[in-house]
Structures are given as structure tokens and as C-alpha cells.
């Protein structure tokens, strides 16, 4: 058994602690398929600082997960194209060949999953499940793994993990399946977390417990996280950057707050306007996201967004939007006529009076709330 | 409640649906007994929209399709237009399922992948519809219209074709195409986009108003549960713990169990600040063996003595708002 550590295997950076964690640079990842070569991910590229938690946030099919499975190198089979770079402390993770990956995943970066449920292996008890990789890795004896599980189950809050550690997954609920996840994804003392749509299987209640958990666990332990969400409502409180995903395109990064602040893409502003809040009143009509997200095989000509924007112009129709600095220059967006410009004003203005049916739906939303709110 | 009692409860003759001490039990092997549902009671009036929420396992789902006698419950009442539906032969209550129809939580398994979207919607008339093949044909049309599905392209097409949020609206077709008074909607956007989440959402809106529909909306997420219901239900274990106007409700969250849920739900907003301090390891109890006296007092931070000896009564708080508290919120 190899007992070094992956700090000794792959060229690590340690004294330049000041760099990024992980540099992700203008990956592209396709599938091909007979129906031809589905674009998944269409050049993404972010940073992600130790210590710091990332949100990726978009409906299904905007590439969050491929995103995430690709910088993991978790996309299997020959059918799959994947370029650009992800260097991770320095060397790019891309590049690294089976053997050398095996020695970071589990033990320099771990995944969290969405489904607990079949993240786990039925027939296998918990136990062993928590630290088969920590004994691969670290080559630690029996006794010490059996000692480090119930310690990582303790540390997940799992009630008596002496007794659980000899527990089925399913014997277990879903929220402390996932709890179980969490603990094998902790258990090597990875520096940097994937979590992709750690909560969207659980209840609100558990969704909020799991949430904080990996919350507390991030900052003790000072790891860089990606949380994979489609939820806004998820990021909002718990991630320092959001970076806003729609047809494998990055359409807004931006500080979360800032993000919330001064949306500036037109699809952020949509999926923020489509989700119900608890603090409006019921039967607030919804402004839904009108049609459906683009194929991927053969996606719009221009921005990907402008057969659903309610902003859409001639311009966005030919030519891609590139993603550039606005305001304080960390806040960027891929838009011609960013929300809240005079631009996109009268873009949406000479929509109405052109009749766009997506623009008219939008207009027709918002007299109907000023004039719900005039009348109260 | 988790408790019991009808202080709740409306007159009867206002109301179209009304189900008293409604107890659903299902037996399983070792000679233990699910209590899925223990004693709820709850009225709908016409044209009213009733959101049913609660985490998994709370029984919300049970008592939806026990208003249909799917199965039948094992005791209480479910009176729809004062008629009693226990007592009903199956074949009665066949003929009465025109009336109460349901729409299910995953769109693409409720459809037949291998059937003509225009075979699926006319389905249920093969039985109760006009037997003239042209105006089923009609019928269809319009439903499929009113979902917001083009009926011309749409008709020959197999189910499969279509993404969740299609295959959600060809559901809703299909369950209205009967004319029916009363939709049950189990968790009709949990497996859908926000985006598609909102789109069926409006949807059912405009639905309700053209077919003056009476809508249960069974979900667990609480802000969509406000969005489209007039008045909710929050349960809890089998048992209802409170009940009022939906903005009342989350306005003034009297049950503890309301506000944990309220408290956990996350916003879309920055500056809120989340609570950390909610307990962090606390889980449903075993709907096999629940806990005496109020159900929820496993969980409760403010349970006392009496909340593990007696089961808490509904109570009006404040006008039309109701909750089976020993402590209630204030």
C-alpha cells in the first residue's frame, strides 16, 4: 500500500499560498451523441481562493454539474471532449494521468453528491463506506479507521456512531445519508469540496441542518467549496462568489451580495423574478422564464438567452455578448443591455411596442403588481 | 398538534369537502402498524385553494389520496357535497372520482411513455365522455389548448417526447378533461425547474379561475404552498398543528413546528441571516411508535411536562387561525 501523501506526488505549490486554490480556464466539455456534439460546458473559467466558497447556480442542462464533474475528471467514456485547463495548487488536474488522480480525489478534493440514496453502496455497512479511502490513502490500521469514522460522525452529528457504524444505508434516513456523505467527503481532510446539489433530495428542515453543517465544516477547516445549486434561495446566505450558469455559458459572476444587489444579466433577473417568497403576499402572479432553455447540439446564434429575453435586440440575436467587468470590475456579465442601463430600458420599451410576446408577459406582471400595491 | 380536534371546522352545509378524524393506518410486516395519518380533520369550500404542507412522512400525501378512497382510510369521514365517501360501494365511488381528480408529483412516470399525448387526455372519456369520436376530439383540443400545449403539434406525439414541465401541463389536461370540482395536486412542481415552476404554477391559477376548480395543494416547499393556496394546513406526523389564511400563517407562524419550518426555508436574499443555532441532529420520530401527548414535542424547544401527557386541542388564536399548541407563539 502507498502510505505518501498526494502533497508528495503532485507538484504542489506550498509556499505560494497566496495563489488560488483552483484556476479554472476556459473549459469546454461536449458529449457526442448520435444526434451530434452536445455542447455541455462552452468555456467557463473562475478561481476559487482556500477558504471560499463558490456558487454555482442555473436550471438543469446549464452545465453546473458537467462543470463540476469535469474539473473532478468524473465524466466517463469515450465519448466525451473536454479542453481548457483546471489547475488546481498550481498543476492542472486535466492533465494528470489516472494514477496520479486517484491520489487527489478522496484526499485532496472530494465530492459530495446530490442523491444520497444511491451515492452509497446498499450492501456495504457505513463503517467501512466512511473509511475505505481514508486506509487507501493513509494507510491507517483497522482499529485507527474505526476510531476516525466515529469521530467523523460525531463531527456530522450523527447520533451513536458506534452503533451506526454497523448500519446499512438504508437503515438511515436521507438526511443522515447524506450526513454520511459528507463524512467520507471529509474524511481525508480535502482542501477543496464539490458539493453538488448537496440538499435538493431533503426536506427544508434537513436541507437547512445540511447546509450548516457543511457551512461550519468549510470554515474550520478552511477548505475551498463549490456549491452546485439551482436553488438562488441556497446560495444567497452561504457562499461568498455566485457565478450564474445558462447554456454552458457563465452569463454573471459576481460577489453574492453584490449579486443579489445589482443584478445585471437579464436571465438572473428572470430566474430571481420566477421563484416564490415567502414574504410576498399569496397569489402574487409569477413571472415565469418564458419557453424552454436552448438545445445544446445546435445552440442559438448570439446570446444563448435571447430567444427568452424580454430585452432581446437585433444585436443580441447575431453577436455573443463577451463577459466583462461592470461597476467595481469583480462584478462581470455577458450582456449588451444590462438590467437597470438606459439601453436596456428602452430595449424593453420598443419590445412592448413591438409586441414581443415575452416582453408583454413581463410588462403585463409588473402593472398588475404596482397596481396591487397602489391599491393596498 | 400535533394534535387533534375540529374548532376549525366551518358549517357544514359551506362546505364541499370536509373530513372528520380521518385515520389512515397501514400494517406491515413484524405485526407493526404505520400510523400515517391519526385523526386529522379539515373542510374546503368551494372554489378555495387548500395547501397541505409538512416534511416527508408527515402523512400529506396519504391524506390527499385518502379524499379519493385511494385506499380507503381506515376510519373517519370524508364528505364531499355532504355525501359520505367511506360508505360508498367501489362502483359509486368510481363514478364520483370524475368529480375529484389528481395530478402526481413526477410528470414523466404518470404518463405512458409509449401512448399518443392525444390517447392519454381522451383516456378518461373512453368510459364517462361523449362516445361521438369528433367532439372527444374537440374536447381534447381545448384542453390541450388551455394547458398551453398546441394541440397540433402536440396530438400525435408520443409522451416521451416532451420535457417534465409538458408532460406535467398533458397531466393537468388529462385530469380536467372529465369537467371535475375538485384537483388534488401532490407535489405538482417539486420535480420541475424554477423556471417550469413557475410557469405551472400561473398555470393552475388561470385553470382554477376558468374551471372554478377547488384546488388541495400538497407540497413542501412553504413559499410555493403560499403562493397558490388561500388557506394551509401544516402537518406534522400524522397530525394537523395548524391551521389559517396563508398569509396569516406566514405572517404569524403560532405552532412551533410552523416556524422551524418558516425558519429553515431559504431565502433569496443575502442579508438575511441565517440561523445556525436551529437544531442541528433532530429527525422525524417513527410514525410506527410517535411520541405520546403532542407529536412534535421530540423536537419542540419549548415542550413541558404537559406537552408528553396530553394531546393539544385546536384552538382559535386569533380570528380564523387555528393551532393545537399546548405553548403556542405569540
Redesign the interface.
Known amino acids: 500500500m502507498n502510505t505518501t501523501t498526494a502533497a508528495d506526488n503532485v507538484a504542489v505549490d506550498a509556499d505560494n499560498s497566496t495563489s488560488p486554490l483552483l484556476v479554472v480556464e476556459d473549459i469546454h466539455t461536449s458529449f457526442m451523441v448520435p444526434g451530434g456534439e452536445v455542447k455541455a460546458v462552452r468555456g467557463v473559467s473562475f478561481e476559487l481562493n482556500q477558504g471560499k466558497t463558490l456558487g454555482v447556480v442555473g436550471e438543469s442542462g446549464s452545465g453546473k454539474t458537467v462543470l463540476a464533474r469535469s474539473v473532478m475528471r468524473l465524466n466517463l467514456g469515450n465519448n466525451v471532449i473536454t479542453s481548457g485547463s483546471a489547475k488546481f495548487r498550481g498543476s492542472n488536474i486535466l492533465d494528470l494521468r489516472p494514477k496520479a488522480m486517484q491520489k487527489l480525489w478522496g484526499n485532496e478534493i472530494a465530492m459530495v453528491f446530490q442523491d444520497p440514496m444511491t451515492a452509497l453502496n446498499p450492501l456495504v455497512k457505513v463503517g467501512r463506506q466512511v473509511t475505505e479511502h481514508v486506509r487507501h490513502h493513509l494507510g491507517i490500521s483497522k482499529k485507527e479507521a474505526r476510531s476516525l469514522a466515529i469521530d467523523l460522525l460525531n463531527e456530522v452529528r450523527i447520533p451513536e456512531p458506534e452503533n451506526r457504524l454497523d448500519s446499512y444505508p438504508h437503515e438511515l434516513s436521507g438526511g443522515m445519508r447524506q450526513r454520511i456523505c459528507i463524512a467520507i467527503a471529509l474524511a481525508c481532510e480535502p482542501t477543496l469540496l464539490f458539493a453538488d446539489e448537496p440538499t435538493t433530495a431533503l426536506d427544508v428542515t434537513v436541507q437547512h441542518q445540511i447546509l450548516n453543517l457543511l457551512n461550519r465544516e468549510q470554515e474550520t477547516r478552511e477548505m475551498g467549496m463549490v456549491l452546485v445549486t439551482h436553488d438562488l434561495g441556497v446560495v444567497a446566505g452561504r457562499t461568498d462568489e455566485t457565478m450564474v450558469m445558462y447554456a454552458g455559458n457563465v452569463v454573471e459572476k459576481s460577489s453574492t451580495k453584490e449579486l443579489f444587489e445589482d443584478m445585471q444579466h437579464p436571465y438572473t433577473e428572470a430566474l430571481f423574478r420566477s421563484i416564490p417568497k415567502t414574504n410576498e403576499r399569496s397569489h402574487t402572479r409569477l413571472t415565469a422564464i418564458a419557453g424552454r432553455p436552448p438545445d445544446l447540439i445546435a445552440p442559438p446564434s448570439g446570446c444563448s438567452f435571447s430567444p427568452r429575453c424580454p430585452y432581446v435586440q437585433q444585436k443580441c440575436r447575431e453577436e455573443e455578448p463577451p463577459l466583462i467587468p461592470v461597476n467595481n470590475g469583480s462584478h462581470f456579465s455577458a450582456c449588451w443591455f444590462p438590467v437597470g442601463t438606459e439601453e436596456n430600458q428602452e430595449a424593453f420599451r420598443k419590445n412592448v411596442a413591438a409586441g414581443l410576446p415575452q416582453t408583454l408577459v413581463i410588462e403585463e406582471t409588473l402593472t398588475k403588481s404596482s397596481e396591487k400595491e397602489d391599491g393596498v | 398538534m400535533a394534535g387533534s380536534g375540529k374548532a376549525h371546522l366551518r358549517p357544514e352545509d359551506e362546505t364541499l369537502i370536509r373530513v372528520e378524524d380521518l385515520v389512515v393506518e397501514y400494517d406491515i410486516p413484524g405485526g407493526d402498524t404505520v400510523k400515517a395519518v391519526s385523526g386529522i380533520s379539515f373542510d374546503i369550500k368551494a372554489g378555495e385553494t387548500l395547501g397541505l404542507v409538512g416534511?416527508?412522512g408527515c402523512g400529506k400525501s396519504t391524506t390527499g389520496k385518502a379524499l379519493i378512497q385511494l385506499p380507503k382510510p381506515s376510519s373517519g369521514s370524508v364528505k364531499h357535497n355532504l355525501v359520505e365517501l367511506t360508505g360508498l360501494s367501489s362502483e359509486a365511488m368510481r363514478r364520483r372520482r370524475t368529480d375529484l381528480q389528481m395530478i402526481f408529483q413526477d410528470p414523466i412516470s404518470s404518463l405512458n411513455p409509449l401512448r399518443k399525448v392525444e390517447d392519454i387526455v381522451a383516456e378518461p372519456m373512453k368510459i364517462w365522455g361523449p362516445k361521438d369520436k369528433s367532439k372527444q376530439q374537440e374536447m381534447v383540443d381545448n384542453i390541450l389548448d388551455a394547458v398551453g400545449i398546441d394541440p397540433e403539434q402536440a396530438r400525435g406525439k408520443l409522451a416521451h417526447e416532451f420535457?417534465g414541465?409538458q408532460c406535467q401541463r398533458i397531466s393537468i389536461a388529462r385530469s380536467l378533461i372529465l369537467d371535475p370540482e375538485v384537483l388534488i395536486c401532490d407535489e405538482p412542481v417539486s420535480a420541475l425547474?424554477?423556471?417550469m415552476?413557475?410557469?405551472i404554477?400561473?398555470l393552475l391559477?388561470d385553470l382554477k379561475k376558468k374551471y372554478h376548480l377547488t384546488l388541495v395543494f400538497i407540497a413542501?416547499?412553504?413559499?410555493?404552498v403560499?403562493?397558490?393556496?388561500?388557506k394551509v394546513a401544516v402537518m406534522y406526523l400524522g397530525k394537523l398543528c395548524e391551521v389559517a389564511q396563508?398569509?396569516e400563517l406566514?405572517e404569524n407562524p403560532a405552532h412551533p413546528y410552523s416556524k422551524?419550518?418558516?425558519?429553515?426555508?431559504?431565502?433569496?436574499?443575502?442579508?438575511?441571516?441565517?440561523?445556525?443555532t436551529?437544531s442541528?441532529?433532530d429527525?422525524?420520530p417513527s410514525p410506527i411508535n410517535p411520541p405520546s401527548g403532542c407529536r412534535f414535542r421530540t423536537r419542540c424547544p419549548f415542550a413541558t411536562e404537559i406537552c408528553s401527557t396530553e394531546e393539544p386541542q385546536m384552538e382559535e388564536i386569533r380570528p380564523n387561525h387555528y393551532v393545537a399548541c399546548h405553548h403556542p407563539l405569540t
Do not use: R
Open positions: 416534511e416527508s420535457s414541465g425547474d424554477v423556471s415552476q413557475a410557469q404554477l400561473n391559477e413542501h416547499d412553504l413559499a410555493v403560499k403562493n397558490i393556496s388561500d396563508s398569509d406566514y422551524l419550518l418558516l425558519d429553515s426555508c431559504p431565502e433569496p436574499d443575502p442579508t438575511v441571516v441565517i440561523d445556525q436551529v442541528d441532529d429527525e422525524l
